[in-house]
């Protein structure tokens, strides 16, 4: 029952003293990932979809790496600077999670890590 830290150069370094993703037993725990570009550490966009949008190609990314995917994933928590955004980001969620809907809970906030209109983490299992 060892642990193994999650780390690719393909997701953006977390900005704190964070993992991007944990593995135990089968399953994976993602941290909050934000539409940090990874190449340039910058955000992206400056509206919530195309934050969204680069949110979960970041959460996607460290999935993919733990060994898992965005079809393995069981519970999302969606965080919104506002809920004026909701719509906007299930839209492009909904292009991300197509077919088995894991569950989720979406809450706003007052404010995000790098001044980020979305945050989305993830637990998922591990593909196989």
């Known amino acids: 029952m060892s642990k193994t830290i999650v780390k690719t150069d393909k997701a953006p ?14 399953w994976v725990w993602t941290s909050g990932q934000v539409a940090l570009d990874p190449a ?13 949008e680069q949110t979960l190609k970041n959460l996607r990314t460290v999935l993919e790496t733990a060994g ?10 969606v965080y919104l ?6 719509a906007a980001v299930n839209e492009v969620y909904a292009r991300f999670f197509t077919a088995s809907h894991p569950s989720r809970s979406c809450v706003e906030v007052s404010r995000l890590p790098v001044g980020a209109l979305v945050e989305i983490d993830a637990v998922a299992r591990i593909a196989g």
């Not at 370094?13 to 089968?26: F, K, R, T």
């Not at 340039?40 to 969204?52: K, P, Y």
């Not at 600077?81 to 909701?86: I, L």
Request: include cysteine.
């Open 13 to 26: 370094n977390p900005v704190g003293p964070y993992s991007q993703a944990v593995v135990l037993d089968g």
């Open 68 to 77: 898992s995917g965005l079809d393995q994933v069981v519970r999302c928590t």
């Open 40 to 52: 340039t550490a910058t955000l992206v966009g400056t509206d919530a979809a195309t934050q969204a």
């Open 81 to 86: 600077t506002s809920m004026d955004d909701f």
